[in-house]
């Protein structure tokens, strides 16, 4: 992989809770943690140990990263604020939030990178 572009946002996910237990054992098959962080630009979002989101979970976070990446305010769609959301895994195991960070670089398309 060679990574050209530095990407206007960097996403935070983080786990910070559960609804069915105290514990995901029997429940996620991600074998997600309280406290657990994922972090991501464009690609998916990966933890510090290397391992990816949960496929499923990527599904719905995706959707909201690219209206984020849009000029989009989460707020507009749940969020508790412009760049932050709370969401519940599709299995209805595991609570996420998600956090957009601006960085200061430029908007992919408004900077013109897809041009040669």
Not at 9 to 37: A, M, P, Q
Not at 74 to 96: A, H, T
Not at 97 to 116: C, L, R
Request: glycine letters at 10%.
């Amino acid at each position: 992989m060679k990574k050209w572009y530095d990407e206007e946002f960097e996403f935070e996910i983080e786990v910070t809770g559960f609804l069915r237990s105290d514990h995901t054992e029997h429940y996620c098959r991600n074998g997600e943690e309280i406290g657990d962080k994922y972090t991501c630009t464009y690609g998916c979002p990966v933890n510090n140990q290397g391992y990816g989101i949960c496929s499923k979970m990527m599904q719905i976070l995706f959707a909201d990263m690219q209206a984020v990446r849009s000029g989009g305010d989460l707020m507009n769609v749940g969020g508790s604020e412009k760049y932050i959301k709370d969401y519940v895994c599709p299995d209805g195991c595991v609570c996420f939030k998600m956090t957009a960070n601006k960085t200061e670089n430029v908007n992919f398309y408004k900077g013109n990178f897809f041009q040669q």
